[in-house]
Every structure is written in C-alpha cells, then in structure tokens.
C-alpha cells in the first residue's frame, strides 16, 4: 500500500510558490495562485494535490498518512489570515471545496459550498451579518449540496422540495422566499437526508470538511468523468487537486452577486463583452441554471464598481496567460473577487479568430496560433451544425463516423435516396449497413444511419469522403423493410418522417433541427498557411472522382494518395457490364466486357487528372473481391448467377480472393486499368501541356514475386499503350509480412503507401465491422485499450511494423517514396507519428485536409522544439 514520503508535502497555499504546476495543483488550484501572486482579489485558500488523490485511490479511498495533519495546519493558518475560526458559532469561517483537475473538465467532478455551518452556526452568521435570509439560504445550499455530493442523495428530491416551497409561497425564484420561508425548507431538507441515508446532517465543521474533500477525490472516477475523460483522450491516472477556498457570498443581497466571464466571445472569437451575472446569487446557481442570468453588461448598471474592476482584471489575465480566458467571479457587498480563470473552451471558429488576431495584437508568434489550435475542431468549419441556441432531444446514439450536422427524410434504400435527393429533397439514408452497391443513393442523401458498422465501414469511410455525415452502429435502431418503418430506442417512426442526425456527436433526433452553415474563412486560411511554411510532409487526399479531387484541392490537397476505382465500377451505368464481366465463361469474355468498361474507366482517370493538373495521382488497381459486384442471392436474376455467385462465396474475403490475388488470377482485369490509366495521361498531356504525375498501385501485396509479375505486367501494357508517359509502380502495404520482408519487396516498387485501415486488421486480428460497436467498445470502456486502433494509430503495434518496413524499404531504395493513406492519415497523433517516421506524405478524405495540414505542422514544429531542446543539452 502506498505511504507517504518523509518529507512529501500535498497541501499548499495560494501564496506559496510550487515546483509542480498544473500537473500538481491541477488547473483551478495553479490559477488561483498565480492570481494571488498578480495581487487579483482572490479569497484566501489552500490546495490538496493531485499526489494525494492518486494516493487515495491507490490506498483503497483511504486519506494518505500525514494529509489531515497538513489540511490541519493549513485551516489554521487560513484562520489567521481572515480573523474567523472554522467550526465557531459565532462568527464562523466557511469554505467551499471545489474540484480541479490539470486538464479542465468543466462540470464534470463536484464542488460543494458553505462547508462549516450548522444550526448554532448559522444563527451566529445571521447575528454577525445582521442578515437572517442571507445566513439561512447559505445554510440550506449546504445541506443540499453536501446531501448530493456526499451522500449521494438525488438531487431532484432537493429541487421538488425547494419548489413545493416556492409554489407555496407563490414565488417564482428561490430570492423571493422569506426567512421564515427558508427555515421551514432547512427542517424539510434536514428532515429528508434523515430519511434518505439514516443519520442527522452532521454538524461538525471538520467531519463535514474530511468528507467533502473524499467526495471531490471520488468524483475524479464518477461516470460522467470517465466518460469525459475516454471523448477528449484525457488519461485516467492524472486525478484531481482540491481546493479549499474561504466563502465569499454573491447572496448577501443587492450589492451582491455573481457570474462567468470571457475575454472574448467563445462563439466567435470576436472581441467583446461576453458572459452572464446573477445579482444576489451563488455559482452554483449560474452554472446550475437555477435561475435565468442576465447578460454580463447589465452589471454595469447594479454594481458599477466591481464591474469596472472586473474588466481592467480581464484584461491583466488575457495579457497574462496570452490566452482567451473563462472567468468565474462572486461579487460581496460590492467587493470583487475570482473564484477561477482558465483557458476558455471554444468552437473551432473562436480558437482560429482569437488565435489571428492575437498575432496581430503581438500577444502570440505564429507559430504559438498554429500549436493552440485543436485540428480535431477544424471538422466544425467544414460541415454543417446543429444550431446551437436550438433545443432537441437525443432519441438514440451511435458512433460518430463523419462529421456535421444533417435534417431529412428517412428513406431506407439506395435507389429511393438517390430518386428523392435528385427531386430536391433532403434526405437521410438509413440502412442496416450499406455496401459498395448503396453508392448512388449516398451521393444524394443529406446523410447516412446505420444500424451496424463502425468508424471505418463503409458508410463512415464513403461518407467522410463526401463531406456527409453519418452515425453508425446505432444499435437502437432497427429496421423492417417489409413495413418500410424503422424503430429507434422502441419509438416507431415510418418512411417519410424526418430525422436529424449529428455525425460529430452521433447522436441521433427525430424530428428537424435547425443547421448553421460551414464556417470556412480567412482566419482559417491564415493559419494554414502559417502552417505550411513550417510542414514537412506533404498532404494528399483520398478521391475517386474530379468532384472529390476539385474539393480536395480547394482544401489545399498536394495531389491524390488514393483514388479507389472499385467506386468507379458501382456507377449504374458500369455495374451490369461488371456483372458481365464476372459471369462470363471465359477469358475472352471476360476481355469483351473489360473493353466495354476501358473507354468509361479511361473518362474517370482524364477527369482525375485534368482536376489535378501538376499534381501526383494515385490509383489502385481493383481491391475487393469479385462478389461484392453481384447482388445477393436471393436478389439474383436467374440460376446461372446464383450459381456464380456461390462458386465466388470465401468464408473470409476479407482474407480472399481480392487485392494482387486478383490481378494475378485475372490478369486482363489490370491489364485493362492500366491501358486505361495511361491512355488518360497521355490525352490530358496533349490537351493541357500537362502530363499527369501517375502512380499506380498494387493493393495486399505481401511476397516479393506477387509484385515483380504485377510491375511487369504493367510495364508491358504502359509500353504497348503509351511508352511515353511517365509512371511510378508501387504497393500498398496492408500486411505483416509485407512489412517485414519490406527490404525484398522494396526492389519491385518505387514507391509504398501504408494502408492502414487493412494494416491494422491484419496486425492486431481485429474484424473492424465486428469489433467496433462489439468487443472493442468494451475494451475502451474497461481500459483494456486507451484508444480505438482504427481512429488512432497502434503505434506500439502496427506503428513497429511501419517503421520496419520504411527501415527495410529504404535500406533497398533509399529513396523509396512513402506515404500513407488509411484514414489515420488525418487523425492528428497518427499525422505526429507518420512525421516521425520520415514518411513523405499523408493521405486522407478530402474533408480533412485542413486538419491533417495543421496536424503535420504542428507536428514539425513540436519536432524543431524537442531538437532545440537537445541541442541546448536539455
């Protein structure tokens, strides 16, 4: 069992100075202290650290050996410095005890106020004040909050109480109740934590403290916390400080108050007052939204001292941290003084506005605004919202598989969605799981639900690519076809009705919710640009059409790192030609069909390269297997292509006939898409002047040989068709054993694209359709994994692997060109990793090329710090 270290200290006051920083005192304890030591009006305290939560959950929720002792100390040296004894009766000192993690998690652990009354207390904080109503309504908070936190007991039990008093008394707010109204609800409340946890409220001082200070410590590993925790990445072992502060009132009366301020506007980055203030109030009942605050300006009006103060004191800690900053603040008989300041949460349009104009007030460098924007938020500007002053209720969640916000019809099939979305509606696609054959009806749908499917399914990836939202895996939903209705969360809904789905949420809403539009602007491009001077892999996209590449490039896409012609083949136009392709009996069949489709495929890659004129494309030969081209038994026009599509049923495909094995079992299938790809080349070069920067790709290649007769099969048509136009041939690397033999297969291609997606299927043995939503949502929830492998890079796993094969790649080539283009190519840790890597280029959606700029940025700047950090012998 951990003890305490001789000589180990975890408390310390708001003025002494400390060596640990945030990571110690947690956010709240070092802003408290860095604001005492500017001289801001700060109530006097004192910090229990973080070491001692993390012992006290260590030791089995038991205090640390020494920490009462030391709390002890620091209650007796706080009484010094206000004059007031904790525990008297007559003129008693009182402290809150709030929560403060490093990492700020508004709302998400406990606070409790007005610790050190009770009944003889309270009468001497009424003699003492002259103020009877102040004195009991800060008694009956305490009971309230201290039974929630504490005890446990349901808040609502509190707030029906508190609102039979009101109703009672005819009043609308809790201000308009009386003292002897108050007295009365302080005999139900006591009355009530009798009832519910069998023992009196307690009425000593430092029982009340002890136990406060343990709740707070427990909070760290509530619910809401870990699920706060798991959404933003945030470790579970960093705990919280408490933070024992001397009580100043916001609810003596008039000349009293409180409120939350901001530096800017964290909407919109705008300068400005923005915030909100209760007169004659707690925080709590801000934060709570008890009662409804009144905008910050009209403090101006009711306590002009205090906020003249408290806007000279905004600016000083704006100037100070170099930072937008959240600001909470009690105003006591006209007497201003800060309870918190941290850095602001925001919206992605906020943090690229304030982090601009900070480098044009010389508050911040560059290359600070790159490193403080998350590139995580950039998804914000690039897709629709929900409305944020709307109100709806959340029906049901699923997995939040593609950003942005869309309102529609639900209809349940490709070929209705694509019907209703060319008639001008708007419309949601709500599917099982959709596959390849679904694709013309994603292309006009507003958005995608699924009922199974992950972050990486096809809905997700098609989707992301599109710039659609999607929520998959809702395992609420079902779906009957036969009564085309669907029923989420047990309500039944039909064809028709209107559904909102939030992709950045996946969340899930029935009915219609307002949207805002994507934010993109100058600030946004600023940054990116700040960017870009320091960036050094390149960024790409994943495209299959010159829709695709023309957004792509407007996002600032360097070229194309993936162009999947699979997508190309599902057209409606080319599918039963593929069909006929697959059915034919024969090789010379099956090169009739091919001929039909060379022409259609030769269009898509002109397109392509046309739209990314000067730029690298490149393309991958088929990758799925043949049976994903043919409908389903059942759906299968005659017995001939039930029989066919029997003959290619794998019990694993994914493991099958697909990828090299295909072209090498089926030769004229590449044959034809590589006469195509050069036949585009070679007519955009004599259109444009341009010749195209061509590079084809091989997908699952895993030996040596399966490249060497696919490179030579590819020389042999690009010479027989166009032995002018320049190519590179290369591989995707999507197994292990590609990874380890990198250095054999190294001298058949010039160049390896990580496919990571597959990589790390293969890898970790995980069925990405089957684990997510299944197995892996309980690994994440229970901490057998920190982080989903196919959102965040396994670096530990599939990253090793990586780095064998650029290692064994390169050791062959030095020169090999590298680069990958799995969707962890726009997942900002996995960008950090691929730069230091030393791959030459990531490759991601369109949608998040933004991101992944900023992401490689970020990451090459953070790289330049840790050299000079080296180099200055750190």
Same mark, same amino acid.
């Given at each position: 069992m951990p003890r305490r270290v001789a000589g180990h200290r975890y408390v310390y006051d708001f003025d002494e100075p400390s060596d640990g920083g945030r990571e110690l005192l947690g956010g709240k304890g070092i802003g408290l202290a860095e604001m005492t030591q500017m001289g801001v009006p700060v109530p006097s305290g004192f910090t229990i650290t973080t070491d001692a939560c993390r012992t006290y959950i260590a030791n089995g929720k038991t205090l640390p050996d020494g920490l009462e002792e030391e709390i002890d100390a620091h209650v007796r040296s706080l009484e010094e410095k206000t004059g007031k004894r904790f525990g008297d009766t007559s003129d008693p000192l009182l402290v809150s005890v709030r929560s403060g993690a490093a990492v700020s998690m508004p709302g998400m652990m406990d606070t409790i106020l007005n610790l050190g009354l009770n009944d003889d207390a309270t009468d001497g904080l009424a003699r003492r004040t002259g103020n009877p109503r102040f004195a009991s309504d800060s008694y009956r908070r305490l009971i309230q909050m201290y039974g929630e936190v504490v005890e446990g007991i349901p808040a609502h039990k509190f707030e029906e109480t508190l609102t039979n008093a009101k109703l009672e008394r005819g009043a609308q707010h809790d201000t308009e109740l009386d003292q002897s109204d108050l007295t009365g609800l302080i005999g139900l409340y006591k009355s009530m934590f009798v009832q519910e946890v069998g023992h009196e409220f307690p009425a000593d001082a430092r029982e009340q403290l002890t136990r406060a200070i343990k709740a707070v410590f427990d909070s760290w590993d509530s619910p809401r916390a870990?699920?706060?925790?798991?959404?933003?990445?945030?470790p579970d072992d960093l705990g919280t400080a408490v933070n024992v502060v001397q009580m100043v009132f916001g609810n003596k009366g008039d000349e009293s108050g409180t409120g939350v301020a901001f530096t800017r506007d964290p909407s919109t980055g705008e300068h400005g007052l923005y915030g909100e203030f209760l007169p004659n109030a707690q925080g709590e009942d801000v934060v709570a939204g008890i009662r409804t605050p009144e905008p910050l300006a009209r403090m101006e009006q009711v306590l002009p001292q205090a906020y003249e103060q408290l806007l000279e004191t905004m600016r000083r800690l704006e100037q100070h941290y170099r930072d937008m900053q959240d600001i909470e603040f009690t105003v006591e008989d006209n007497d201003l003084y800060l309870l918190q300041t941290r850095s602001a949460k925001r919206t992605a349009a906020a943090s690229v506005k304030a982090a601009v104009d900070m480098v044009e007030e010389g508050l911040i460098s560059p290359e600070e605004a790159i490193a403080r924007i998350d590139p995580t938020q950039l998804d914000q500007l690039l897709h629709p919202m929900l409305d944020p002053t709307a109100t709806w209720d959340v029906a049901a969640r699923g997995l939040n598989a593609s950003p942005g916000a869309a309102s529609g019809r639900i209809v349940l099939d490709a070929d209705t969605a694509e019907q209703r979305g060319k008639g001008g509606e708007s419309v949601i696609l709500v599917r099982w799981e959709t596959t390849p054959d679904d694709i013309h009806g994603l292309i006009q749908a507003a958005g995608v639900l699924t009922a199974h499917g992950g972050m990486t399914s096809h809905a997700a990836v098609v989707a992301r690519g599109m710039g659609k939202p999607c929520v998959a895996g809702c395992d609420a939903l079902t779906i009957d076809m036969n009564t085309r209705t669907i029923t989420l969360a047990g309500r039944e809904l039909s064809e028709g009705d209107i559904l909102t789905i939030d992709g950045g949420t996946g969340s899930v809403i029935v009915g219609e919710v307002p949207l805002v539009p994507p934010r993109v602007n100058d600030d946004l491009e600023t940054i990116l640009a700040w960017g870009d001077e320091h960036r050094r892999l390149k960024v790409r996209a994943n495209a299959d059409t010159p829709e695709d590449a023309a957004k792509a490039r407007e996002f600032g896409a360097q070229g194309i790192g993936l162009c999947r012609t699979e997508h190309m083949f599902m057209a409606q136009d080319r599918l039963p030609v593929v069909q006929d392709m697959i059915m034919a009996e024969d090789e010379k069949g099956r090169r009739a069909a091919l001929e039909q489709l060379l022409p259609?495929?030769?269009?898509?890659?002109?397109? &392509?390269?046309?739209?990314?004129?000067?730029?690298?494309?490149?393309?991958?030969?088929?990758?799925?297997?043949?049976?994903?081209?043919?409908?389903?038994?059942?759906?299968?026009?005659?017995?001939?292509?039930?029989?066919?599509?029997?003959?290619l049923r794998e019990s694993n495909p994914m493991l099958g006939t697909r990828g090299c094995r295909l072209g090498l079992m089926f030769p004229e299938i590449y044959e034809m898409q590589v006469r195509a790809i050069v036949r585009a080349a070679r007519a955009v070069d004599e259109r444009t002047g341009e010749a195209p920067l061509v590079e084809i790709m091989h997908p699952l290649v895993g030996f040596e040989e399966e490249l060497r007769r696919l490179r030579e099969l590819t020389v042999r048509v690009a010479d027989e068709e166009a032995p002018d136009v320049d190519y590179l041939c290369g591989t995707m690397i999507e197994l292990?054993? !590609?990874?380890?033999?990198?250095?054999?297969? @190294?001298?058949?291609?010039?160049?390896?694209?990580?496919?990571?997606?597959?990589?790390?299927?293969?890898?970790?043995?995980?069925? #990405?359709? /089957?684990?997510?939503?299944?197995?892996?949502?309980?690994?994440?929830?229970?901490?057998?994994?920190?982080?989903?492998?196919?959102?965040?890079? /396994?670096?530990?796993?599939?990253? /090793?692997?990586? #780095? &064998? @094969?650029?290692?064994?790649?390169?050791?062959?080539?030095?020169e090999l060109k590298l680069g990958i283009c799995g969707e962890h190519g726009g997942e900002p840790k996995s960008v950090a990793f691929c730069h230091e890597l030393g791959l030459d280029y990531v490759s991601c959606s369109?949608? #998040?090329?933004?991101?992944?700029?900023?992401?490689?940025?970020?990451? !090459?700047?953070?790289?330049? /710090?840790?050299?000079?950090?080296a180099a200055a012998g750190g």
């Open positions: 870990q699920v706060y925790r798991r959404t933003y990445g945030i259609m495929q030769q269009s898509d890659f002109e397109g &392509i390269f046309e739209a990314m004129a000067g730029l690298p494309v490149t393309i991958r030969l088929l990758d799925p297997p043949l049976h994903e081209f043919l409908p389903d038994e059942e759906h299968a026009k005659d017995e001939r292509m039930r029989q066919r599509i029997r003959a292990p054993r !590609a990874c380890v033999r990198a250095d054999e297969i @190294a001298e058949q291609a010039d160049f390896f694209s990580f496919g990571t997606n597959d990589l790390t299927q293969t890898a970790l043995g995980f069925s #990405r359709d /089957d684990a997510e939503g299944k197995f892996l949502t309980a690994y994440l929830e229970d901490g057998v994994l920190e982080q989903n492998p196919f959102e965040t890079l /396994d670096v530990g796993g599939v990253g /090793d692997l990586m #780095r &064998i @094969a650029v290692e064994r790649g390169r050791s062959t080539k030095p369109p949608y #998040r090329v933004p991101l992944a700029r900023l992401a490689a940025a970020q990451a !090459a700047l953070a790289g330049a /710090d840790t050299a000079e950090y």
